[in-house]
């Protein structure tokens, strides 16, 4: 990031079902480090918690496959200039604008936090 190892455009030229995701925001798919962090702090600020282990990062990442799947709400839609987007090839993980991170992800780390000590 910002220069992958294999360009986007070859890659999804080179084989028609592939699922790609990079850093970068001019591509589907943006992995980055403002869908976890954030609210992985705010759900082990929440509880307390003294250390962030394997068992709260699962528990984020679960989170976020989970919204995923679930119907956009019509602003992100806006806010990314997109007409519908739906789970699938161009759309496997929230974008980072998706207003309901903050309600989903923390509150499964903090419960993570909890339920691991």
């Known amino acids: 990031n ?28 943006q992995v980055n480090n403002v869908l976890g962090f954030p609210f992985i702090f705010r759900g082990a600020l929440d509880v307390r918690a003294t250390k962030i282990n394997e068992e709260m990062k699962m528990a984020a990442v679960k989170a976020l496959a989970r919204l995923a799947k679930d119907p956009v709400p019509e602003q992100v839609n806006i806010a990314y200039g997109e007409t519908k987007l739906i789970f699938g090839k161009y759309y496997i993980i929230p974008k980072p604008f998706d207003p309901r991170l903050i309600s989903v992800v923390p509150p499964a780390v903090a419960k993570a936090a909890m339920e691991s000590g």
């Open 2 to 29: 910002p220069e992958p190892e294999i360009e986007y455009d070859l890659a999804v030229s080179t084989r028609k079902d592939i699922i790609m995701a990079t850093g970068r925001s001019d591509h589907p798919n």
